[in-house]
């Protein structure tokens, strides 16, 4: 087990992850903000569903997710429908343009790190993503990649039936 010193380190580089995060949401397309960027690669993963589903996805509470969902619709890039279960309700998914969207998100993601970590290697890169994997897994929270991440070549292998 590690000592509690590097635990501390830890803690301290993953707090600095931030400014990762943010470089990345500074290459986002300005028609696509970080949420709604969020909601295009929930609906690749996951497949589709309802707005609740989406929510607890996204961690946040209705209203945002709604005004993600709306903004994401607003461009084309989702489209709503009744559920047939519960015509109350609507199944969110991904249009041809969605799909697009998230190609460019993709490209624009890889261009940057492939800019950033150009001195590592191809097994320092994979190390890193096996760690970042385990850790994810360890805390028991991979419900979402980060935003602007998207892998078209996993696209159908991630997928999972509409939600409820």
Same mark, same amino acid.
């Not at 969605?98 to 590592?120: F, K, P, V, Y």
């Given at each position: 087990?590690?000592?509690?010193?590097?635990?501390?380190?830890? &803690? %301290?580089?993953?707090?600095?992850?931030?400014?990762?995060?943010?470089?990345?949401?500074?290459?986002?397309?300005?028609?696509?903000?970080?949420?709604? &960027?969020?909601?295009?690669?929930?609906?690749? %993963?996951?497949?589709?569903?309802?707005?609740?589903?989406?929510?607890?996805?996204?961690?946040?509470?209705?209203?945002?997710?709604?005004?993600?969902?709306?903004?994401?619709?607003?461009?084309?890039? =989702?489209?709503?429908?009744?559920?047939?279960?519960?015509?109350?309700?609507?199944?969110?998914?991904?249009?041809?343009?969605?799909?697009?969207?998230?190609?460019?998100?993709?490209?624009?993601?890889?261009?940057?790190?492939?800019? %950033?970590? &150009?001195?590592?290697?191809?097994?320092?890169?994979?190390?890193? =993503?096996?760690?970042?994997?385990?850790?994810?897994?360890?805390?028991?929270?991979?419900?979402?990649?980060?935003?602007?991440?998207?892998?078209?070549?996993?696209?159908?292998?991630? %997928?999972?039936?509409?939600?409820?």
């Amino acid at each position: 087990m590690a000592e509690q010193a590097q635990f501390w380190e830890l &803690a %301290r580089q993953l707090s600095a992850i931030g400014a990762v995060k943010r470089d990345l949401g500074r290459i986002l397309p300005a028609d696509c903000p970080a949420g709604s &960027a969020a909601v295009l690669t929930l609906l690749d %993963r996951h497949g589709d569903m309802r707005m609740g589903r989406l929510a607890e996805l996204l961690a946040v509470d209705m209203s945002v997710t709604s005004r993600h969902v709306a903004h994401a619709a607003a461009r084309g890039w =989702i489209e709503r429908s009744p559920d047939p279960a519960d015509k109350r309700s609507r199944i969110l998914r991904l249009t041809p343009g969605g799909l697009a969207q998230l190609d460019e998100l993709s490209r624009r993601s890889s261009h940057l790190l492939a800019e %950033r970590l &150009a001195d590592w290697s191809d097994d320092e890169v994979g190390q890193l =993503i096996r760690l970042m994997t385990r850790l994810r897994a360890s805390f028991g929270d991979c419900r979402s990649a980060p935003a602007g991440f998207h892998d078209p070549v996993l696209r159908e292998t991630t %997928r999972t039936p509409a939600s409820t």
